[in-house]
């Protein structure tokens, strides 16, 4: 009376040969799970690769990046240190030269937000399940015959994850002075639309920073006696609240990053006029 | 509501199955029962021999851990009510683990893991009666001791799951649970934890995929508070240099 198994999903394949051996269970199928669990990596994948996508194409465009009427500069130009930047753009002077074309402006920040994020404990987990399939899904065998995690280059790097976050939060005194900067009109305080996302996002990628896993630790749980220490136990308690949250933020930043540069984008080509509150 | 439910259950090779197979039964069950009720009712009606480890039936003494439908679980707390009545549920052994027989699994190299730790060390002088601590500085290894060693951790962690080779290599989540209860213990004295979770227990081989936590019975929060702290303790001691600058400059240890 031996029913045939149903492997659950796509894709296919066996298990590893190594899995097979020492006495374990001779189960050929690669996993015995029914349920969809080909779903959330599907999806991490096309979200992560789209929003990567948007990011190349909208960073190597060098244009409506700035909304002078409104001081709206997007946060994937800042800071705009480069010759080639509009003046009004560049809030902390232009000391490089001239970009030839396709260069991103805001060159000096990206390598390092994007550093914040490679390393980043939450995305480590989705790019690893996604795109390494390493494993696709609990209980579901990985493709790859050798396996040595973080313990070799270049993966032993992403022990270096706390210094880019100390980089992302200068980028972020940097995000925030862009979007209090730009409720500074002529005529003193001004509000539109376009200043709410910017703060939105702002707030959102704060809170994304903070509660980063190395924040974390820095902040207070490194400390053996937190009794000791009563002002960073409390940090620590606050921050770990934040970090509970911190997949749903990463997603959240990634959304305002690009909703805030594209309307950005469209305001600036003249696509799209921004709702105004105050002057 | 009773019905008759399509159950696969693995056998061992010497059962009914000359190497080992999904074995094919219809069972009744009744309301409220769990998976491990319904295995017993196979013993008792239709497969005497078949071989299960259970003890507590309460999800608290971590005995009777298998695979139902691919998922690493109790069968104590796996409810019928959770699946169709049509559904066919397939029962296996720990898939990281070798077969005894049937669902028993030999769950040993969990054991020689935990031996290899270093045992709580108290500051030299203190007896045992007279240790003291805050609540505070302890609440955070006290949610490690929730651990009741079901080894589903360790069974559905890809690292030894899907590579047997790495076994010697690697201690796997309850034991790195184990490393930071004792690493952020207020009494434990020893400070070379650290270095052991990365040198002894293949902490760097871990890439945070969250397997563990996510089959935890207990709810524990293995990835988040005990493997990624204790690697950003050991990036502490090995990986950066701020730190171990301060620590020379402070005489800190």
């Not at chain 1, 000791?228 to 749903?248: E, F, G």
């Not at chain 2, 196979?42 to 071989?51: E, H, I, N, S, V």
């Not at chain 2, 060390?121 to 240790?131: D, K, Q, R």
């Not at chain 2, 955070?140 to 010697?168: A, G, M, W």
Request: with cysteine.
């Amino acid at each position: 009376m031996t029913a045939p198994a149903a492997t659950a999903g796509p894709p296919g394949g066996t298990e590893s040969s190594a899995a097979r051996s020492a006495g374990r269970a001779g189960i050929r199928e690669r996993t015995l799970r029914t349920d969809r669990w080909w779903i959330p990596p599907l999806v991490t994948a096309v979200g992560l690769a789209a929003w990567v996508l948007y990011a190349l194409v909208r960073t190597a465009m060098q244009k409506y990046y700035w909304v002078d009427k409104y001081g709206y500069l997007t946060p994937f130009y800042s800071p705009c240190l480069t010759q080639s930047c509009v003046e009004g753009a560049a809030h902390f002077g232009r000391p490089l030269p001239k970009f030839p074309p396709l260069v991103p402006f805001g060159i000096v920040a990206l390598p390092f937000l994007l550093g914040f994020r490679l390393t980043c404990y939450y995305y480590r987990k989705a790019y690893y399940r996604a795109f390494w399939l390493s494993p696709p899904a609990c209980a579901v065998a990985e493709p790859h015959a050798k396996y040595t995690g973080e313990t070799r280059f270049p993966l032993i790097l992403q022990n270096i994850h706390r210094y880019f976050f100390y980089a992302a939060a200068i980028i972020s005194v940097i995000n925030t002075y862009d979007a209090i900067e730009a409720l500074h009109g002529a005529q003193g305080f001004r509000l539109g639309l376009g200043n709410l996302i910017l703060i939105g996002n702002v707030i959102a990628l704060w809170a994304y920073t903070i509660s980063c896993h190395s924040c974390r630790h820095i902040a207070g749980g490194r400390l053996k006696h937190f009794s000791k220490h009563p002002v960073r136990y409390w940090m620590w308690t606050q921050i770990s609240k934040l970090n509970a949250r911190h997949m749903q933020l990463a997603w959240l930043t990634l959304g305002t990053l690009a909703f805030t540069d594209a309307y950005i984008a469209l305001v600036a080509s003249g696509t799209l006029s921004d709702l105004r509150f105050i002057h | 509501m009773t019905y008759k439910a399509e159950f696969r259950v693995w056998r061992s090779a010497g059962a009914n199955t000359s190497d080992g197979a999904l074995v094919d039964y219809t069972v009744e069950v009744n309301e409220g029962e769990v998976v491990l009720d319904i295995i017993h009712r196979l013993q008792a009606t239709q497969a005497g021999d078949l071989a299960v480890r259970w003890n507590c039936k309460a999800g608290k003494c971590g005995s009777c851990s298998a695979e139902v439908n691919g998922k690493p679980r109790l069968l104590c707390m796996t409810r019928m009510s959770t699946f169709g009545e049509d559904e066919v549920i397939t029962v296996t052994p720990l898939r990281a683990f070798p077969v005894i027989r049937d669902l028993v699994t030999d769950v040993s190299y969990n054991y020689t893991k935990a031996r290899q730790i270093p045992a709580f060390t108290p500051p030299a002088g203190v007896a045992p009666g007279e240790y003291r601590m805050q609540q505070i500085d302890v609440e955070r290894s006290q949610e490690f001791r929730k651990c009741i060693e079901c080894f589903l951790c360790q069974n559905t962690c890809h690292v030894v799951r899907d590579h047997e080779e790495n076994k010697p290599a690697f201690a796997g989540p309850r034991f790195f649970i184990r490393a930071a209860e004792l690493d952020m213990h207020p009494l434990d004295a020893r400070e070379d934890r650290k270095d052991f979770a990365q040198r002894e227990q293949g902490m760097g081989m871990c890439n945070i995929t969250k397997c563990c936590t996510e089959v935890c019975p207990e709810h524990i929060k293995i990835t988040d508070n005990a493997i990624i702290p204790m690697k950003e303790r050991v990036v502490d001691t090995k990986y950066d240099p701020l730190v171990w600058l301060g620590s020379k400059i402070f005489r800190r240890s």
